[in-house]
């Protein structure tokens, strides 16, 4: 009896940081998404929402740009995951990937924007080649390039980690069956390892779905998507309640995308 209550005592610790920090702030937004910008109950916020076409834009514009951004890292993460299997001092050189999650986003955004200005490293290197100065920031091209860089971390290390975890019986059981290099890829290596490459989807997706610091600074404010809605309803219009209303949109979607790339069961084994 004793030990199970020591048990027991281990959860209380995690029992309060989800009620305190996940799920309080959840309901509190839910609850504030119900008052208009007088603290009237209403839900006119929803109607609005749904009602209005720069709204819908916005929505259409934050899931486009994050398909982008995921669908850009993924495709650089992959292969890099796979390679770096293969490498000697594989953890030396995924310490070196992780190393930029360090550094606050804010200073690696404004590194990024002396390395596109008008005097940037970019353009300076293309002064060389008698390249007229480019405009680099403020381009939906730098957003999603820098959005890219700082999301690669968080998609490479569940992608890695899913071939670290492959039994590399099946890949010799394929190749000594005759198979070629891109048949055991496709047909053996990625649905094997398709579990990290659904939880780094979702590590990338759903934040990119939110971006509004990047948004300021790399795009200039041409790159308008919900978190940038977000952001302005609570800091300039203080109209919480229009600001509550798009964040549980943002929390359903959210919720939408862990459904569709989660891992399924089925009767007798897994999907």
Not at 59 to 72: D, L, M, P, Q, R
Not at 221 to 230: K, M
């Amino acid at each position: 009896m004793k030990k199970s209550t020591t048990n027991a005592a281990f959860y209380v610790p995690y029992g309060l940081w989800l009620a305190l920090f996940v799920v309080a702030p959840v309901l509190l937004i839910i609850y504030q998404s119900f008052f208009d910008i007088s603290g009237h109950f209403t839900l006119g916020n929803y109607a609005t929402y749904f009602q209005s076409g720069t709204y819908i834009l916005m929505t259409i514009n934050s899931v486009v740009y994050a398909f982008i951004i995921t669908a850009v890292t993924l495709l650089i993460s992959y292969p890099t995951a796979y390679l770096l299997h293969y490498a000697k001092h594989k953890q030396l050189w995924l310490l070196l990937i992780i190393l930029p999650t360090w550094i606050n986003l804010l200073l690696k955004a404004y590194a990024f924007i002396g390395i596109f200005s008008q005097d940037g490293g970019v353009n300076g290197f293309l002064g060389m080649f008698g390249i007229a100065p480019k405009q680099f920031l403020f381009t939906d091209f730098s957003f999603i390039l820098v959005a890219s860089y700082i999301e690669i971390p968080f998609m490479i290390l569940p992608i890695f980690n899913g071939i670290e975890e492959l039994d590399q019986g099946y890949v010799n059981a394929s190749r000594d069956l005759g198979a070629k290099g891109w048949q055991t890829f496709t047909r053996v290596i990625l649905p094997l390892t398709m579990n990290g490459v659904k939880a780094g989807v979702q590590a990338v997706f759903i934040p990119s779905l939110s971006l509004f610091m990047l948004t300021r600074l790399i795009g200039g404010n041409r790159v308008i998507t919900l978190g940038t809605a977000i952001e302005e309803h609570f800091l300039v219009t203080m109209n919480w309640g229009m600001g509550s209303t798009i964040g549980v949109v943002l929390i359903i979607a959210m919720f939408l995308i862990m459904f569709l790339t989660g891992e399924r069961k089925r009767k007798g084994g897994r999907a």
